[in-house]
């Protein structure tokens, strides 16, 4: 017994002799050793011919007059590979799930003697929001992340975090931010996933908060609408594409503005004290492998994304119906909410529509259009448009959403901040979950939630008081 | 009220009352904090730590010494000696007061936790270093000895906190105090930094703002009563006497091992140039050293920078086999030598 006290208070003492270095002296060793090792039974290749082409692609990529062009240039093509290939099969599944599917739902549940309230609830309200996300959120899915994978699989990606990594470096950000960024303007909740990629703790949160700001695909459409009603419609017809397309192009340079301004803020007040530590891997380049990346893309990130999504918004389409067709003392809770609402809206310079279509809405930013339509011809109790109380639907002329949209009492003021409301407002449930699983903390589920939809309401306020004190 | 001029007034009216209240610093709901923390507890333990100060610094404690440490007026100071003196903590001497047994050990439960919280804050936070020492003060006095216990399981029981202070052991055992000051060293001789006091506060700032780190070589070049010069990792510094008394040094006397010339960091290598791995600075701690040894940056290791960012930071290196992008603040703190051993 004496002799272990002995070993143990020598040990002790000893502790204090060998000093602090002893984690760094032994992996030393370690390293030492394995390259022994490794020297004795390793032999090389002389030639180094298979590196030789990685290290002239990476001078090209890298290179100071070439780097960022082709940075841009590459993303400018996968984002209208996205758009324009994506109309077609939206289209498509639209004209199956909604103009087909929805009526023949609706006449099976009626003559299987379905209440009306049942029908309603199940075909207009939960089947028509899932066929609505499906629809739009689907095809640019399932083009975007197989195009993003593809770039993944090949070793540019990593490449770009090296060459974004100084811009992200002031914001207290990490490089590879640049990648998840992008990602979010194919759908936010892949965003928050491929954070998993940075693998320091602060920058990965800081990279999970600010996600948002991201224009998602479920949210260009609704730029798109409204910056062609409302800013396209101000000028000349042939200028009208390039007015929209700057307009909704600006939007997201904000976003990406916001990004780095609140990443800033981030990593110098609350995440101040998360650890942070820096290195970026640059992998050798390969070649992609296209099936795999198909299958991994679909399965990995388009299907599981879609499902999360397609469980949010049964419930949402359940309540969007339920909402504008249950009655208290006469006018529906919609209508009531919305009336209720308008004045604090109207400070905003915004309306109780628009509140209340964003907050039914959360599921998926797909449907906020289409609810908003819905509930402005409910609203106003418009005739000969739309399908009924709780019934989303789209039009195809923007001219017609335009009408719509001013009887329902709209102005430039309220397209603008539309505009910048979808930008800075709450993730749909689905990213704000999929925050939760990759965060495991109802904190900064909580910050990543409310930060955005802050910034929203004082951005809108704003810019509603500036434009009524200067345009009157 | 939809008038645009009563809404915007509004709104300055709201955000003037939620600074008011919000204030980090000087907002109501901050000085309403300060004032429910137990202050009590943290009077006892602040004047315990002070006088532990004294006894491992041998010097004397008074009433009036302790009223400066914990910046209270004289008659609070006299007031909480007495009443630490009932509860039998601290007895009288011919020079002032002093800790009994019991109050030594309580003493040595509160510097273990500060030590710990700074340790902790230093490696496995991106605190800035100006940071640890108030942030520690204000955790110390909200953490059971269990969870104490916890924290320096989670560290591996550390033995020094990151200014080179001992930590005690939870038996309360600390080593005698090591070096001396920096003023003692003569021109020409080498020393290592062993402690970087962190009191007070604006001394502390300037020192860390000279890059200034436990475990840094030093080379002695010149000291006068005005001003003491010498040179730390390859820069030269100059420090008024009273400011580099807060710094401990120990001599090295086999100065032959350091090498004479400032040494050369990963940072000055230009592209295509192979170097070979020295060290790295002890100022880089934490997270960041745990991925350079992780990815194979210990004393011996070829590293070939390969190609710079396109804005020039930071910049890809070979190491082990592997490109790895390091950005220019932590390659400066790794150590290399030039033109040694190159090879493929």
Redesign the interface.
């Given at each position: 017994m004496d002799n272990k006290d002995s070993i143990l208070s020598t040990a002790h003492a000893l502790r204090y002799e060998i000093g602090e270095d002893i984690h760094d002296t032994l992996v030393g060793a370690i390293y030492h050793d394995a390259e022994l090792i490794a020297s004795r039974v390793t032999s090389r290749p002389d030639g180094k011919k298979a590196s030789t082409f990685g290290a002239t692609l990476d001078r090209f990529l890298t290179n100071r007059w070439f780097g960022f062009p082709l940075m841009f240039l590459l993303l400018a093509v996968v984002f209208w590979l996205t758009v324009e290939g994506a109309n077609v099969p939206s289209g498509m599944i639209a004209s199956v799930l909604v103009d087909m599917v929805h009526p023949w739902l609706r006449d099976t549940l009626t003559s299987l003697n379905s209440p009306w309230w049942l029908t309603g609830v199940l075909a207009d309200g939960v089947y028509l929001a899932m066929a609505w996300v499906i629809s739009v959120m689907l095809p640019p899915m399932a083009i975007f992340f197989p195009l993003f994978t593809l770039a993944e699989d090949f070793g540019y990606l990593p490449r770009v975090a090296f060459n974004m990594d100084s811009l992200f470096r002031k914001a207290g950000a990490h490089g590879k931010q640049a990648l998840s960024l992008t990602m979010g303007f194919g759908c936010n909740a892949a965003g928050v996933v491929a954070t998993r990629i940075i693998d320091s703790p602060r920058e990965r949160l800081i990279a999970i908060i600010t996600n948002n700001f991201s224009l998602c695909n479920g949210r260009w459409p609704t730029q798109i609408l409204i910056a062609s009603i409302f800013f396209g419609a101000l000028v000349p017809a042939h200028l009208a594409g390039i007015i929209t397309a700057g307009a909704v192009v600006i939007v997201a340079l904000l976003g990406i503005a916001f990004t780095l301004i609140v990443s800033w803020g981030l990593s110098h007040t609350i995440l101040k004290g998360q650890a942070s530590a820096f290195s970026l891997e640059l992998p050798p380049y390969r070649p992609p492998r296209l099936l795999q990346t198909l299958y991994t893309s679909l399965i990995d990130r388009t299907i599981i994304v879609l499902w999360r999504a397609i469980v949010f918004a049964a419930p949402a389409g359940a309540v969007i119906w339920l909402v504008s067709n249950i009655h208290v003392g006469g006018v529906t809770i919609a209508e009531l909410f919305i009336d209720w609402s308008d004045p604090f809206a109207f400070v905003l310079g915004l309306n109780g529509v628009i509140l209340l279509a964003y907050i039914i809405a959360i599921p998926a930013n797909e449907i906020v259009i289409p609810t908003v339509l819905m509930l402005t011809v409910l609203s106003a109790k418009l005739t000969g448009v739309g399908s009924g109380a709780g019934v989303m639907f789209e039009l195809d002329e923007a001219n017609a959403v335009a009408d719509v949209l001013r009887v329902g009492g709209w102005t430039v003021l309220t397209g603008v901040n539309v505009m910048l409301f979808s930008l800075l407002h709450n993730p749909c449930s689905t990213t704000i979950y999929t925050i939760y699983k990759e965060t495991k903390s109802v904190k900064w589920t909580i910050v990543a939630t409310v930060l955005p939809i802050v910034m929203g309401l004082v951005i809108c306020f704003a810019v509603a008081q500036a434009y009524r004190l200067v345009v009157g | 009220?939809?008038d645009?001029?009563h809404?915007?007034v509004a709104?300055g009216i709201l955000i003037l009352a939620a600074a008011v209240f919000l204030l980090p610093r000087h907002g109501v709901l901050a000085r309403m904090k300060r004032v429910h923390k137990d202050a009590r507890r943290v009077m006892i333990e602040d004047a315990l730590k002070h006088l532990h100060d004294c006894d491992y610094n041998k010097i004397a404690c008074t009433v009036p010494s302790i009223a400066g440490a914990l910046m209270i007026s004289l008659d609070d100071a006299a007031a909480l000696t007495s009443r630490l003196s009932a509860m039998g903590l601290l007895v009288p001497t011919d020079t002032g007061v002093k800790l009994t047994p019991e109050g030594n050990s309580y003493a040595l439960r509160v510097v273990r936790v500060h030590r710990l919280w700074e340790k902790y804050?230093a490696d496995?936070?991106?605190?800035p270093q100006t940071e640890w020492h108030s942030?520690a003060e204000d955790r110390e006095h909200r953490i059971s000895p269990a969870e104490a216990e916890a924290l320096a399981a989670q560290l591996g029981n550390?033995?020094?906190d990151p200014h080179g202070d001992?930590i005690p052991?939870a038996a309360g055992e600390i080593?005698p105090k090591k070096g001396a000051p920096l003023s003692s060293v003569a021109p020409g001789e080498w020393a290592v930094i062993t402690h970087i006091e962190d009191e007070p506060k604006a001394l502390f700032a300037q020192l860390s703002a000279e890059g200034l780190y436990v475990g840094m070589r030093i080379k002695m070049i010149e000291h006068t009563n005005l001003r003491i010069r010498f040179a730390a990792d390859g820069e030269e510094i100059v420090l008024a006497p009273v400011i580099a008394n807060n710094l401990s040094v120990e001599l090295l006397p086999h100065a032959e091992t350091v090498p004479a010339s400032p040494m050369a960091t990963l940072a000055s290598v230009t592209v295509g140039e192979a170097v070979t791995v020295v060290g790295?600075s002890k100022a880089l701690r934490?997270?960041?050293r745990?991925?350079?040894?992780?990815?194979?940056v210990?004393?011996?290791?070829l590293v070939r920078a390969?190609?710079?960012?396109?804005?020039?930071?930071?910049t890809?290196y070979t190491i082990r086999g592997?490109?790895?992008?390091?950005?220019n603040e932590?390659a400066q703190m790794i150590f290399i030598e030039r033109g040694e051993r190159v090879s493929?």
């Open positions: - | 009220m939809t645009p001029v809404i915007v709104a804050l496995e936070t991106s605190l942030s550390p033995l020094f001992p052991t080593p790295i934490g997270q960041q745990r991925r350079l040894l992780d990815l194979g210990v004393p011996g290791t390969e190609m710079r960012s396109v804005s020039g930071d930071p890809a592997a490109l790895v992008a390091l950005r932590h493929a």
